[in-house]
């Protein structure tokens, strides 16, 4: 009797064991942690690659561009003339426009920027002009015309690829010429200024007939001009 007593305590202890380390198993004393190298997701993390992941390849382009084109056009606002360079890298000629077009608009509120943004492109070999800034240029320049600031409106005008910007710009040089108020100038001297900055247009713009004409008789009449002053010279002689 006392043997089965016996094997019913161990039979006893033995299940207790068996359940207690059963229990350790399924509830650990200690609750697992995450590595130290692993972060959980955060929300605005997983909204954000939704976002991303939501637009194709060519909206993300155009999203990219979007805000390029908003940076560009704000520092040419504030008058950083590298935007001209910028946009005219991009390949895009609206956008080259458009930054140009604010470029003047924030020189015309000061004479010192719009003389700088005018010799920036005037100098370089690769930027182009536009009608806004020969006539914003032009109207500072009558002012108090000198043959500097001639020579540069010359070249922005040229530069503008506009024959008729071009010829206009002629006309009021010649005009102001003839009535004295561009000094230590000749006439032959005039003409080759002109006709050296008439081949600065692109082929397309000289081949506007109507104002290919007109530049013609400029020439013809500045020739005859500078004969005229010639003779004058050599009858004073």
């Known amino acids: 009797m006392s043997y089965l007593f016996i094997i019913v305590l ?43 992941d939501s637009l194709d390849p060519a909206e993300m382009r ?10 560009l056009l704000s520092r040419a606002a504030a008058g950083d003339l590298s935007t001209l360079i910028e946009a005219q890298q991009a390949d895009d000629r ?14 015309v509120e000061s004479d010192d920027d719009l003389r700088a943004l005018a010799r920036y492109i005037a100098q370089s070999s690769d930027l182009r002009a536009d009608e806004s800034l020969v006539v914003a240029y032009a109207a500072l320049w009558r002012q108090s015309p000198d043959r500097e600031m001639m020579t540069v409106l010359l070249r922005l005008a040229a530069l503008s690829d506009d024959a008729a910007a071009f010829q206009k710009t002629v006309d009021e040089i010649v005009n102001e ?27 397309a713009a000289r081949r506007a007939g109507g104002d290919s004409y007109l530049l013609k008789l400029r020439f013809a009449n500045l020739r005859m001009a500078a004969r005229r002053q010639s ?6 002689a």
Not at 25 to 30: L, M
Not at 38 to 43: A, D, E, T
């Open 231 to 236: 003779k004058a010279k050599r009858k004073t």
């Open 177 to 203: 010429w003839q009535v004295g108020r561009i000094a230590n100038l000749t006439a032959a001297n005039l003409r080759s200024l002109i006709e050296s900055e008439y081949w600065v247009l692109s082929s």
């Open 10 to 52: 161990i039979l006893l202890a033995a299940t207790a064991y068996s359940i207690y380390r059963s229990q350790r198993a399924v509830f650990p004393a200690e609750p697992e942690q995450l590595p130290a190298t692993m972060n959980p997701p955060r929300l605005f993390d997983e909204q954000q690659a939704i976002a991303n």
């Open 94 to 107: 609206e956008l080259y426009r458009e930054t140009l077009r604010t470029l003047v608009e924030q020189g």
């Open 62 to 71: 155009e999203h990219e561009s979007n805000e390029q084109r908003a940076s």
